[in-house]
């Protein structure tokens, strides 16, 4: 039986372990292979593997020492593959289905390369977590001037930065930030227990990738690793539709909804959705010369 390790790196767990398990069956079913995955979560492979001491999940898996992983496409983006940091764009993808067309085609094969050539780990395909992001805040956003009274917390990504300052909050420690971005799957894994109210804004999707230690994917033949991008292709399929169902689910189900901290859902009205669009959509054009020409004009055209 062939193994591999597949290390669970972020929050809520349960959304990738779904992932990883559905995984493990489509890669059997089609190689017609036992593989025995042991998927861990990252207090566990600390202290099983890291004698307790805190890791790095892109070095674990540049060196082998684990084989698979689930990232948060930003985390990439800051780990020297640039473009990835243009998916987190305002409104930069128009529904799923256009999601999909850029996952699934040659732009995202593209992006998935760069993976290889400057990180050497192999990217299978895209994912979510959640879906489209919300925002968390720790009072009502019911227009865009509440956004003024509103201070997140500093930023490592620029674009996130500029979507914040953009909207009028001010920068501040985690300890005072009382505004962050979050979707409804992640909600009780990102947000404070005193962010209680969420304002539907889908202005960016949550995204993740599906990677690959790059000597394993090597080391196969061409069936398997044909066999493993499929699988690939069809679990980050698969996870995208039932995230999504999964913020719908918890959208109308108020239970739900209190069990992750949410005491409100908050719909802007026309006029303001149209005008937090219209105030966030510039970012767009003045991040594009950051990027590789033309990656933003091909996502928004596909």
């Known amino acids: 039986m062939k193994s591999i390790k597949w290390l669970l790196f972020h929050e809520p767990a349960e959304l990738f372990i779904r992932t990883a398990e559905h995984f493990q069956e489509e890669v059997s079913k089609r190689t017609g292979e036992s593989w025995n995955f042991e998927i861990l979560m990252l207090d566990d492979y600390e202290r099983l593997y890291c004698n307790g001491n805190a ?144 304002t539907d804004t889908g202005h960016s999707m949550y995204l993740t990738s599906i990677l690959m230690n790059d000597d394993m994917w090597n080391s196969f033949d061409d069936d398997t690793r044909t066999h493993f991008k499929a699988a690939a292709k069809t679990c980050a399929q698969a996870e995208r539709i039932q995230s999504v169902a999964d913020a719908n689910e918890i959208a109308t189900d108020s239970t739900l909804q209190n069990s992750r901290g949410i005491d409100e859902i908050i719909h802007l009205s026309q006029e303001d959705q149209r005008a937090f669009e219209k105030a966030l959509t510039p970012i767009i054009n003045k991040w594009k010369p950051y990027f590789t020409p033309g990656l933003v004009d091909r996502i928004q055209a596909a």
Request: hydrophobic share 35%; charged share 25%.
């Open 55 to 198: 890791c790095d999940p892109i070095e674990e898996l540049r060196t082998g020492r684990v084989q698979m992983s689930q990232l948060y496409t930003q985390s990439l983006a800051f780990s020297n593959v640039t473009d990835f940091m243009a998916l987190g764009l305002p409104f930069l993808f128009r529904d799923h289905d256009h999601a999909s067309r850029v996952f699934d085609g040659e732009v995202g094969e593209e992006l998935l390369a760069q993976l290889t050539d400057k990180l050497n780990i192999k990217g299978l395909s895209f994912t979510y977590s959640g879906g489209y992001k919300v925002m968390a805040s720790d009072t009502p956003i019911r227009s865009l001037d509440d956004f003024k009274s509103l201070k997140y917390r500093t930023q490592r990504s620029g674009i996130f930065a500029e979507i914040f300052k953009t909207l009028g909050a001010t920068p501040a420690t985690y300890e005072d930030a009382n505004l962050c971005q979050t979707t409804l799957p992640r909600y009780h894994a990102d947000v404070k227990s005193t962010q209680r109210w969420c």
